[in-house]
């Protein structure tokens, strides 16, 4: 079946670094969606991409999905701690709403 | 207005009982999905329900676990004959219709126990 991976599992970074953390997928993406999970939390969406090489801004956040439509990035540029929290990509199974989650980047960061 | 509510908050209960989990979704939201999330994993899908049928329950691991939406709305997640695998949040989602592109907003998660 289809398997969502997401490198690194952990990152720590001190604040106002940047942060970039990438989805793969063994098959081709139907659509990507990102949530945010902050530590005790459930979690939260934070955009969708459709588009082969479709890239989205968020104020410090950019996505970008591959030209193949096999991987799909999330970058943050000058980490604040409020960033602090698992970040999961989930695409869904073609022909289905079913979606699949990545195994999510954790991240931290250090004031 | 409200977000999607789930209770309990917290389970706990004993290997070989019954529980049910609720799941009240947010208005006018005719799709509503269970995922379970282990500590340190991402969501697992369950089943997902288009109004009151379930459109795909592929994700249920066996047969001790269902779910329900008789009237569309709120949903129980039903659990026999509990194991210590199956201790984990279970999360709800719900949206405005199935289509792609659709945003999922999920609720706080039930999370239970199995002693």
């Known amino acids: 079946g289809q398997q969502v991976m997401q490198i690194p599992q952990y990152q720590h970074v001190q604040e106002g670094e940047d942060f970039t953390t990438y989805c793969n997928s063994s098959?081709?993406?139907?659509?990507i969606q990102w949530y945010k999970q902050r530590p005790g939390g459930h979690p939260v969406f934070l955009i969708q991409?459709?588009?082969?090489?479709e890239v989205k801004k968020q104020k410090r956040l950019t996505f970008q999905f591959g030209e193949a439509k096999k991987n799909s990035s999330l970058h943050i540029t000058a980490t604040q701690t409020t960033d602090v929290g698992t970040y999961f990509c989930?695409?869904?199974?073609?022909?289905?709403?079913?979606?699949?989650f990545g195994t999510g980047t954790r991240l931290k960061v250090l004031a | 207005g409200a977000g999607v509510s789930q209770t309990p908050s917290n389970k706990v209960t004993e290997k070989g009982k019954y529980v049910e989990l609720r799941c009240d979704p947010i208005s006018g939201h005719t799709a509503l999905y269970w995922y379970r999330q282990s500590l340190g994993q991402g969501p697992e899908f369950l089943i997902y329900f288009q109004g009151t049928g379930a459109a795909d329950d592929s994700g249920l691991p066996n047969d001790r676990f269902f779910a329900v939406r008789p009237e569309g709305s709120v949903s129980t997640l039903k659990i026999q004959r509990t194991e210590r695998g199956d201790s984990a949040v279970y999360l709800c989602?719900?949206?405005?219709?199935?289509?792609?592109?659709?945003?999922?907003?999920f609720g706080p998660g039930t999370r239970l126990t199995v002693l």
């Open positions: 989930a695409d869904t199974t073609s022909g289905t709403y079913k979606y699949i």
């Open positions: 991409l459709v588009k082969s090489g």
């Open positions: 989602a719900s949206s405005f219709g199935l289509a792609v592109g659709a945003k999922q907003f």
């Open positions: 098959t081709t993406l139907s659509n």
